[in-house]
């Protein structure tokens, strides 16, 4: 079976996102008032080819945790959904 | 009301995503085989306040629109979740 995988991976909360911070800052003077909590993080889709539903979400998790997040710092989401 | 936004900005199908290609490249030799398509991009999270639902979307795709994709070659996709 073959699942569509996506992975947001964001820093852990309490951890420092000036990238976040500097959007929030200038979103006042852009014109977006009531914005606030803004945190920048990075997006992942994949397909992953796997006999069940288990199986493909431990590869994912795995994948995600090895190479596309930092587990020191940073926190992943998976979602999973059959194609 | 406030509610939680999570904006995810990929490259539009067919714009060549380097750093998606790049890590599909590696994994078969890191042990994960059956990964295909994979995409890089980013991802954002926020508060918005706003006096009904309608009117939080209307302001949190306006603000993905106008700074956190380039819509010429990304796309955006919203969530919302009443807080």
Redesign the interface.
């Known amino acids: 079976m073959r699942f569509a995988a996506?992975v947001?991976?964001?820093l852990r909360p309490g951890i420092a996102d000036p990238e976040?911070a500097t959007?929030?800052r200038?979103?006042p003077a852009?014109g977006?008032?009531?914005?606030?909590?803004?945190?920048?993080?990075?997006?992942?889709?994949?397909?992953?080819?796997?006999p069940d539903e288990g199986a493909a979400r431990r590869?994912a998790t795995?994948?995600a945790d090895?190479?596309?997040a930092n587990p020191v710092i940073e926190q992943s989401r998976l979602e999973l959904e059959a194609l």
Chains 1, 2 share one sequence.
Do not use: N, T
């Not at 008032?33 to 796997?50: L, P, Q």
């Open positions: 996506r947001e991976v964001q976040g959007i929030e200038a979103l852009l977006f008032d009531g914005v606030a909590h803004m945190r920048a993080g990075r997006s992942f889709s994949f397909e992953v080819d796997a590869k795995e994948l090895r190479l596309l």
